[in-house]
């Protein structure tokens, strides 16, 4: 049988569990013996980039802002890129390239088209006409949608409620745990939180935890792992509150770079308002460090209440303390959390796992 020709396409590589989920499966899938391209656009930030040891073709017109000029001729590129490789998939992840590279493959007569959603372009926080605007556009993009592919069930559960029909399938980010497994901690009271420095992602409410964990738990740092554009907001805040030598800022790190630091860990936090399935959460439990996590999205399939970790009401700090602190105090509980953490995410986070149930998908495809 002649090897499948695939092309994933996304709007950008900045460092972020989407853009790994996607560059693992080109990964996996060129292992198995699958011809893979991977399309993605120029731009990058301060949450740094990856490369993607993977054919990769840059197109200078496939931006993340609504461009409709640019946008009309990123289309236009991927037309003529789908029609002149003859691929017998193209699988596409991100808002943007998720809508352009699905018209696209729709016009060049693309036997296959699959979507994953890594997280919904509509959600809460956002104004009503963007929500309204996104969520037209993936009712529009879900009729020229072979399958999707969600990375956690309620990212199923919020597409339908919106009306956008289709067949899903549940497929959850993999990563390689190995490094994860076999971390050390060596932190004593340390609270981290790995995410960009950038709204949405919630790192005002540990801010305002902090005094009541500092209160309970005199020994507790936090670890701030990540960069970004709000960085030297969190830095004066922190200094305002008398906390400078408790907040610390890593600055941007490399994927690779995470174990280590997860590894110093006593909770991980996670607080984002807006996510699919967190893999920084899967990672902290690899790494056997329980979470507090806001019950938001998909996090409730792997920060499993009572089980994993606690989950705590979106936006409230005080919640936040609490679980931060009885986990603190309760090391025994925390280790238990830790421990069944672990095996979870060796049962259903590896990405070996990914790239095989992507590939059986694909075959039942076509």
Request: aromatic content about 8%; proline content about 4%.
């Amino acid at each position: 049988m002649a090897a499948l020709k695939v092309c994933h396409v996304i709007t950008r590589l900045i460092v972020g569990g989407a853009q790994e989920n996607t560059i693992a499966t080109c990964r996996g899938l060129r292992r198995l013996g699958y011809e893979c391209d991977l399309v993605t656009g120029p731009q990058t930030g301060p949450e740094g980039s990856l490369a993607a040891g993977v054919p990769t073709i840059v197109l200078d017109e496939l931006r993340r802002e609504l461009n409709p000029w640019l946008d009309v001729q990123a289309c236009r590129a991927l037309r003529r890129l789908f029609e002149k490789n003859r691929y017998d998939i193209v699988h596409t992840h991100s808002g943007k390239a998720g809508f352009v590279g699905r018209l696209a493959a729709r016009l060049a007569g693309v036997p296959v088209v699959v979507h994953t959603i890594h997280g919904p372009s509509f959600y809460r926080y956002q104004n009503p006409l963007g929500n309204w605007l996104f969520r037209w556009a993936e009712q529009v993009a879900g009729q020229w949608t072979t399958q999707f592919v969600s990375v956690a069930d309620a990212m199923t559960e919020q597409y339908q409620a919106a009306g956008i029909g289709g067949k899903y399938v549940t497929i959850r980010s993999g990563m390689k745990i190995d490094a994860f497994l076999e971390g050390k901690r060596r932190g004593d009271f340390v609270v981290g939180k790995v995410a960009r420095l950038f709204r949405l992602k919630g790192h005002e409410y540990l801010f305002e935890a902090a005094p009541q964990i500092v209160a309970a738990v005199p020994q507790v740092k936090f670890l701030l792992v990540g960069d970004g554009i709000y960085r030297e907001k969190y830095e004066r805040w922190a200094a305002e509150m008398g906390m400078s030598d408790r907040f610390i800022f890593t600055g941007l790190v490399r994927p690779e770079e995470i174990p280590s630091y997860m590894a110093q860990m006593d909770v991980l936090v996670h607080l984002s308002l807006r996510e699919g399935l967190p893999r920084t959460v899967s990672q902290a439990l690899a790494s056997g460090v329980p979470v507090v996590a806001f019950d938001v999205d998909g996090a409730r399939e792997v920060c499993r209440d009572g089980e994993t970790g606690f989950l705590v009401r979106a936006e409230d700090a005080g919640g936040v303390a609490a679980a931060v602190i009885r986990l603190l105090r309760d090391r025994e509980l925390a280790t238990k959390f830790g421990a069944q953490g672990r095996q979870l995410v060796r049962e259903e986070f590896a990405e070996e796992l990914m790239v095989r149930r992507i590939d059986e998908l694909y075959r039942e495809l076509t």
